[in-house]
């Protein structure tokens, strides 16, 4: 019986890493998507698409958030409050999207449940992330530990956060080594045609590529 991992896939490029990487580690994918109402929202189902084909993917999920709207509180939905430009600074920053990482995983785990999973994979970042408090490895642990509480008795459900140590150095380096195609792959906060440069998500990117002197495929304005 083949293991199967559900892997939730932003469009992004640590997720499209982290899928991967469960591909390579020998599991079946379940692949997962959500739509929150966020700015790039098309673009990033765009490269989930690409993503989901690329690793063969015969299960996936499209699923639509529409409370986060509802909610906001974060730049990243609405206009209410602007993307950042102005660089990377201490703290939380206004494009936290408040929880979101736990209710992805919680539904992920629904999705686990019913495909009989071992496993659901997210591209969470320490180390080397924008301060986002649920990339936090103690929050993983946590919530790994109350999703098993609240599943059947007969699965152990893992979370797996391949690149949660990792630096974007080290996952532009991982994901050429492991041949992921970046150029279907987005982080721009702000636009869907040519990425910004200038978000936090944009500088974090662009200074991986830097120092792995490899060079970014997709198109930039800045």
């Known amino acids: 019986m083949n293991k199967k991992a559900v ?6 490029m640590d997720s499209a890493l982290a ?18 109402n966020q700015r790039t929202q098309d673009k ?3 490269c989930f698409e690409l993503i989901a084909k690329d690793l063969e993917v015969k299960d996936k999920y499209v699923i639509d958030l529409d409370f986060f709207k509802q909610i906001g509180a974060t730049a990243l939905i609405g206009n209410e409050i602007d993307v950042p430009t102005d660089g990377i600074k201490p703290g939380v920053p206004v494009t936290y999207v408040p929880y979101r990482n736990g209710i992805f995983l919680s539904i992920a785990a629904a999705v686990a449940q019913k495909h009989s999973a071992d496993a659901l994979f997210i591209g969470v970042v320490e180390e080397d992330s924008s301060g986002y408090p649920d990339c936090r490895e103690s929050f993983i642990k946590s919530i790994e530990n109350s999703i098993n ?11 797996k956060t391949p690149l949660i140590h990792l630096s974007k150095a080290d996952i532009v380096k991982k994901s050429l080594e492991l041949g992921v195609k970046l150029e279907h792959t987005w982080s721009c906060y702000k636009n869907s045609d040519k990425a910004c440069g200038v978000c936090d998500s944009c500088r974090l990117r662009l200074k991986g590529f830097k120092e792995a002197n490899a060079k970014d495929p997709i198109e930039y304005e800045v």
């Not at 991967?20 to 959500?34: C, S, T």
């Not at 509480?149 to 979370?159: M, S």
């Open 7 to 12: 892997c939730i896939i932003s469009g992004g």
């Open 19 to 36: 899928a991967k990487i469960a591909k390579r580690d020998g599991y079946e994918i379940i692949a997962l998507h959500f739509n929150y």
């Open 44 to 46: 990033e189902l765009e």
């Open 149 to 159: 509480l609240g599943l059947r008795d007969d699965r152990n459900l893992k979370i």
